[in-house]
């Protein structure tokens, strides 16, 4: 089917990203060439895969290559790749909207990032690939021809909101395309894009590691030859055009080290992650014996805005002997590592290697466990000797290290010496378990810990009063994956987790906790016939009310038994299926005066109906305080109206 020309709208936020773009906020301009010939290396990538298995897609050309052309008088430079291609769907589809980045968070950020820096943080953050040719170019046209396809497709904008498309032919499969040049302009950092030593130059920088020929075409003067082949006396000096390779094709892995700049492994991680800043960490890694694997690994700067979604793909890119077989594997670090960007080059493995075998396969599982353990070890490191670094990459990722504590059982250790909580000890930098340790009070036995919808919730909760007016420490767990942390943690370093939401406390020396758990007692005997008469009149929430040590200042507090689910965790829970309610203990604090009063009261009416009140209202300040919702909120106002009524 031929279909005629047609013009479409960009999508809203592609309008957006071109013309910041195209108002030029990003001042390394150069690095347009960088993004296509990525792309030309990524087609060229998919169809060698694809040919794997279906080799008449190939039509007899493997000379894989990139090619540049400059054309000086019209002002043009073009692209073209004998890669995979694109059909018409495709082109629409890939190049008319932002592919990966047009979701709802993109948007969203693009939105609310007002100032210019903003911008260019965010470009940087998520790349803007294709459309970096509109830096440099009035206009932009592409020809391309998807492999196995008959039907060529010819795309052309100028960038102002608008691209047409039209059916067109190309001999073979593959894609050009050609960029109207703007005038070169040293302000704005815009060079001649038509001069071979400016291209060849930035190829170097950019591009020198791609695996396959960018080549461009090179004037030559040789001197005129004689019948024997040696320069003629007084000959005339030729032109002469050959094909000029100006990158070296070395895979950067393969290289020595102590061979490679810094700026060659980030010009490589850019290739590869499609992220336009510069990583954090390179780690490199090469492995001989028994199976033999190079790696290399980068921790980004920064996480990609897709990190915490369910769903969301990650893996490292596979090499079989220097040819690419999959683009994100999966098998080769575990999920919460995802984070982790990179390559890994195996000897061992068959080319058509399907994903099922994978999942099998005994080197991948092995290689995984290395890498796995690599990255721990120099996150540990960077925790050590750098620790300003550490807390970047905390920030960014510490929530996906987190989930290592429970999914990783055999680096256990490893994760958790790595984990970083917000402690009642400062109130911004965050503590690791050991400098906790390090902290505790001689008689101290366990590391105290309370989970909570946010700092503030739990730096006021009621639990801590006790805690905060004895000096003792207590971790904030504030994020939903420390529910999981404390539940596969039980115990570090010889020391146990508790939660001082759960069970009973008891704080100070030996002889202290002794005394006050007599005094307890006794109290407790004392008021049981009121603390019944509460828990009956509250017995749909409250399993058992007590007086307890653990409140300083407020009346009243409620906590799980040791076994319970958190507020927090049950809360999750609930929203995920139907899990029965758990009903919760009442605390109450023995010195407050509601409490004195209370037993006031009830020794002189037990049927006094003031009391009945009170233990509803009781119930719901605890709530409240602890960050949880009221069953019933109109209540609880009209119950705080008829006190403030009559006690004014
Ligand atoms: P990204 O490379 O991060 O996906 P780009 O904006 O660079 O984003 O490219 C968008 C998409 O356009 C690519 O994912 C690819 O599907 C398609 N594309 C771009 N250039 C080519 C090309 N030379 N050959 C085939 N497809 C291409
Ligand atoms: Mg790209």
């Known amino acids: 089917m031929v279909v005629g020309a047609e013009t479409f709208q960009f999508q809203a936020e592609t309008k957006q990203l071109l013309d910041l773009v195209i108002n030029s906020l990003y001042t390394n301009k150069e690095i347009f060439l960088r993004e296509l010939i990525s792309n030309a290396s990524d087609a060229i990538d998919k169809l060698r895969f694809e040919a794997l298995t279906k080799t008449d897609l190939l039509e007899n050309d493997d000379k894989f290559e990139i090619r540049l052309e400059t054309d000086k008088d019209a002002r043009t430079l073009t692209i073209s790749d004998n890669g995979i291609g694109m059909s018409r769907d495709e082109v629409i589809a890939n190049i008319g909207t932002i592919a990966k980045s047009g979701t709802k968070e993109f948007r969203e950020k693009l939105k609310d990032a007002t100032s210019d820096k903003g911008l260019i943080e965010l470009i940087g953050q998520f790349g803007v690939g294709f459309y970096s040719a509109f830096m440099v170019a009035d206009k932009v046209s592409l020809v391309t021809r998807k492999a196995g396809e008959k039907d060529a497709t010819y795309w052309e904008s100028v960038g102002d909101g608008q691209y047409t498309i039209d059916t067109t032919e190309r001999s073979k499969r593959g894609t050009t395309i050609t960029l109207h040049l703007k005038a070169s ?26 695996s396959y020929p960018i080549i461009s075409k090179e004037e030559k003067q040789e001197p005129e030859l004689d019948e024997e082949g040696k320069p003629k006396k007084d000959g005339k000096s030729i032109t002469v055009i050959e094909d000029k390779t100006l990158n070296s094709m070395k895979p950067i892995w393969t290289r020595s080290q102590s061979e490679v700049t810094e700026s060659e492994y980030f010009e490589f991680y850019k290739h590869i992650s499609h992220d336009w800043t510069d990583p954090l960490k390179t780690i490199s890694l090469r492995a001989e014996g028994r199976i033999e694997y190079q790696a290399l690994l980068f921790i980004p700067s920064k996480a990609p805005f897709d990190l915490y979604y369910h769903g969301s793909e990650w893996g490292l890119r596979l090499y079989a002997k220097r040819i690419m077989i999959m683009e994100k594997c999966e098998e080769l670090i575990p999920r919460y590592l995802r984070f982790v960007k990179g390559i890994v080059d195996s000897a ?19 290689i995984r466990k290395w890498l796995a353990k690599k990255v721990l070890d120099t996150l540990k490191e960077i925790q050590e000797k750098d620790p300003e670094k550490y807390l970047q990459i905390w920030k960014s990722f510490g929530a996906a290290i987190k989930e290592g504590v429970s999914s990783d059982f055999e680096n256990k250790d490893r ?13 911004e930098k965050l503590t690791s378990l050991k400098d906790y340790i390090e902290r505790m009070k001689p008689e101290q036995k366990e590391l105290f810990y309370l989970t909570g919808e946010s700092r503030t919730v739990v730096e006021n909760s009621p639990h801590l009063e006790a805690f905060k007016e004895k000096g003792y420490e207590v971790l904030y ?42 005094e307890l007692e006794e109290k407790q005997k004392e008021s049981a016939s009121l603390l019944e008469f509460i828990q009956k009149r509250l017995s749909e929430d409250i399993k058992e009310v007590r007086l307890s040590n653990r409140l300083t200042s407020s009346p009243v507090c409620l906590v799980g038994a040791e076994h319970d689910y958190s507020p927090q965790l049950e809360r999750l829970l609930r929203q995920a299926g139907n899990t029965p309610k758990q009903k919760r203990i009442m605390e109450l604090n ?3 005066s509601i409490f004195l009063r209370m037993q006031e009261r009830y020794e002189k009416n037990k049927e006094d109906l003031m009391l009945s009140d009170y233990a509803e209202l009781l119930l719901g300040y605890a709530l409240l305080a602890e ?8 209540r609880f106002n009209q119950l705080v109206v008829s006190l403030m009524v009559k006690n004014f």
């Open 185 to 210: 302009d040293p302000d704005s950092g815009i060079e001649d894009y038509t001069d071979s030593w400016t291209l060849s130059n930035i190829v170097k920088r950019h591009s020198d590691f791609v």
């Open 348 to 366: 061992d493995l068959p080319l058509n290697i399907s994903r099922q075998m994978l999942q099998q396969d005994r080197h991948i599982t092995q």
């Open 415 to 427: 994760v958790v010496s790595l984990v970083l909580f917000q402690s009642s000890n400062d109130p």
């Open 477 to 518: 767990l504030v994020e939903p994956v420390d529910e999981l942390v404390v539940d596969s943690l039980h115990e570090f370093e010889g020391k146990s987790l508790k939660s001082i939401g759960k069970g009973t406390v008891e704080l100070g020396s030996e002889e202290e906790r002794q005394k006050a758990k007599q």
């Open 590 to 592: 023995p010195k407050h």
């Open 627 to 634: 960050g949880s919702e009221l069953p019933n909120p109109a």
